[in-house]
């Protein structure tokens, strides 16, 4: 029995150390290319300025968020977009708050919210997946409300860390 635990953290660990490696390798490949720039451009020229190329950012992770695990998220996607979204005026504090909901909530949304598959095998039997998602939805209700919240007001992200810091 400890055997087999030890043999299955080994292999998360090593998938997860994997996805890490070979994130940074594509990163550091893809900026010594030039795209961080044409990421920015790209982000700078979506309609709406800073707050339009957010938006799109932060649908952008909710959908990847389907498909993708947070750690591939974290380490692909967010060196990328996070030092434009930076540039142009957002504070980094609140952006990753804004972030880390949005990954939450991604999470608990189906058709693939690894959340709900964590919760499936571990419900009992008689709860069905289709119970499971309509039990989550005032979750990700409130999820959706609570980033409108910060988003709306980001001294509520701000306001502790800099008090405290």
């Not at 043999?7 to 996805?19: E, G, K, L, P, Y």
């Not at 790209?42 to 695990?69: E, Q």
């Not at 957002?90 to 949304?109: G, M, R, V």
């Not at 999820?143 to 008090?163: D, N, R």
Request: charged share 5%.
């Amino acid at each position: 029995m400890l055997t087999a635990a030890l043999t299955s953290t080994m292999t998360v660990t090593t998938m997860i150390f994997a996805t890490i490696l070979t994130a940074s390798i594509f990163s550091l490949v893809f900026i010594g290319l030039g795209g961080e720039a044409h990421i920015h451009e790209i982000l700078k020229a979506m309609p709406g300025g800073a707050t339009g190329a957010l938006f799109f950012s932060m649908l952008l992770i909710f959908i990847l968020g389907f498909f993708l695990d947070f750690v591939e998220i974290t380490v692909i996607l967010l060196p990328l977009i996070m030092p434009a979204l930076i540039m142009m005026g957002h504070d980094p504090i609140w952006l990753a708050i804004l972030i880390a909901i949005n990954l939450q909530t991604s999470f608990l949304t189906p058709p693939f919210g690894f959340s709900l598959f964590y919760l499936r095998g571990a419900a009992p039997k008689e709860i069905t997946t289709g119970q499971i998602y309509r039990g989550v939805a005032p979750f990700i209700g409130l999820q959706v409300l609570g980033m409108g919240l910060i988003w709306g007001l980001p001294i509520l992200a701000t306001w502790l860390p800099g008090w405290l810091f």
